[in-house]
């Protein structure tokens, strides 16, 4: 028997009792665009997964290949007619038993699919403010930079920019250096050099920050580098977005009382549209 919300019940009515994705946060996870029944830079998707359930000692069963992780995503958003334009997320949790030490290395998953309105990826031009989170830091270290089923600081932090009126917030390393937003990486524009922190600051090893990193080397007369930002340097800066698969590029508007310019984020929507089009 459980204690349900004050109610002693079952313990087969739970099957959250020993899923180690709810006690301990044992899971990662991928989120992915499907566009035209096909999933969007389906590659890097799949291998930073795999990358992910090896850094935390996950087993990956034999038949766990990008075909199959392919087919089993597509195969949910046909059934539920949203294979035209829709999210997925894919979350692998290491399967029931033991305490912090699991009893074995085996994994399930879960797949949800929800409908997106458009095909293409659009610049939004109403104010986007951001404001920086300081009540806790990211840590330099490899966990930060996948996707773990841990986000209490983006949880936390997305309270303070709802009480804050702020569209979004910026998240800092342990060094107190800007890593990221709270739902994507964060490139910077100063004159003519684009900067992006590296993953080594403890930001998430993004498959958008990828495509966007590729697209941008190819711009003539931009520097492209990832360097550590500091927060003297956003008020500094000439243009502010932030990135992830299912937005695309999200351009910053305002951070306290500096404004910025979209220019650059145009040219880059734009390529990577043409990119995705061409593929």
């Not at 935390?56 to 195969?75: G, S, V």
């Not at 309105?117 to 840590?139: P, R």
């Not at 698969?245 to 549209?273: A, E």
Request: include cysteine.
């Amino acid at each position: 028997m459980i204690n349900f919300n004050g109610t002693i019940v079952s313990h087969d009515t739970s099957l959250l009792t020993q899923n180690r994705a709810f006690l301990y946060g044992d899971a990662v996870f991928e989120t992915v665009k499907i566009v035209n029944s096909k999933i969007l830079f389906l590659e890097d998707h799949y291998f930073r997964l795999m990358s992910s359930m090896r850094i935390i000692r996950m087993e990956i069963p034999m038949n766990f290949t990008m075909e199959y992780f392919e087919e089993q995503i597509i195969t949910l958003a046909k059934a539920k007619n949203l294979e035209d334009s829709s999210r997925a997320r894919i979350t692998v949790y290491r399967n029931d038993g033991g305490y912090y030490l699991p009893q074995n290395n085996t994994v399930s998953f879960l797949i949800n699919v929800e409908s997106l309105d458009n095909t293409l990826y659009s610049i939004d031009h109403k104010e986007y403010k951001v404001d920086l989170y300081t009540d806790f830091y990211v840590t330099k270290q490899l966990l930060s930079s996948i996707k773990t089923t841990n986000k209490l600081i983006n949880i936390t932090a997305s309270i303070f920019a709802k009480e804050n009126d702020l569209d979004n917030c910026l998240l800092l390393n342990d060094s107190k250096n800007v890593i990221e937003a709270l739902q994507g990486n964060i490139f910077m524009l100063t004159g003519n050099r684009l900067i992006t922190p590296p993953v080594s600051e403890g930001c998430l090893n993004g498959v958008m920050r990828k495509q966007i990193l590729s697209l941008a080397r190819n711009i003539e007369n931009l520097e492209v580098v990832e360097e550590v930002i500091s927060p003297f340097d956003l008020q500094k800066a000439d243009e502010l977005f932030i990135t992830n698969v299912i937005k695309g590029i999200q351009p910053i508007t305002k951070y306290r009382k500096k404004d910025f310019s979209l220019n650059l984020s145009k040219t880059l929507m734009q390529k990577l549209n043409e990119s995705i089009s061409s593929n």
